[in-house]
């Protein structure tokens, strides 16, 4: 399956030392027209919105999975049961484009039979977009591009989205990788999030490659909404600093120990759009706060699309957000 994208617009800014852009792009696929930037929210948030009554303004949701380490995805009844799983969301909300994310620990990247379980369990869903892991993130340029190929021959009814970890520690490999998918006309890819201050190397490569390019770079996994309590910045925002198109949550990867003790009220953070910061909130739920901050950022992701476009994104709209200022200072 092929999709109608076009990079409208993108700004540039120049740091001492590097370059980094913004894109504005305009996607078809099917019959959904979708613009970028855009947040997408997961299947959690989904449904915590519906509880509360709240439409999520998102066109996108990304299917999370996350494994344990008794329940392998590619054992029958967890395959099963995440097909079904998917399938019913997919159906339920026909208006929404969806990708499935696996959601690995980043020493554990799935094998062999678990990745040709995660391709099952899409296409078996119904979805229209089929993403593809790397069992070995370090594998050579050659490797990835020959799987690659492979891969999108073998599923040409569907969109092909190959998935690089950004946490690629060898110099250099995610940059020639991004270049093989460019080259071969892909129209889109995931990125699996790891922190820029730890990766800026590959932050950068990727965003020098994505500048004025027609593909899709989907940012999946992020870790968390906001940085810290003392640095509440928004998590799902500053990748776009770097010219990415969409991003996403993750789960979860602390495990919580069991305990009797009562759990302390939790305080709940909403999505503050005059700085891009997350502020405490009082009298409101979880379920509230995150599909209301969704909406939040959908809405000023729309303005900052117009600036990205009138080229004023880094000079005008950046500037005016101090948590975006304040990642946008950290770029070396």
Known sequence: MKIRITNVKFDLYQSPHSIVGANAMSTTIAHHKLRFPMISPHQSELLKAEEVEIFLKSPLFQYVHMPRR???IDEKSIKEEATEDYKTLIEKYPKLVSDFYYQYYPDYPPNDKERDAILDIQRNAGASILSYYETN???????FESQI???????RKYVSSPTLDIGMRRIGLFAKKIDKLIEHKFQRFNVIYRPIFTHQVNWLDLSQRLLGKAIWCNVVGISQRYLSNTNPISLLATPFLYGVHSTSLGYPMIRKKKTTKPKPKRSNYNFNKRTYHYDKVHDISESESRAISINEQVDELKIARKHIIKRTFYSKYVPSKSGLLQALNDIP
């Open 149 to 155: 190929l492979d891969f999108r021959n073998n599923n």
């Open 70 to 72: 008794k329940n392998k």
């Open 137 to 143: 993130p370090e594998q050579t340029v050659e490797e």
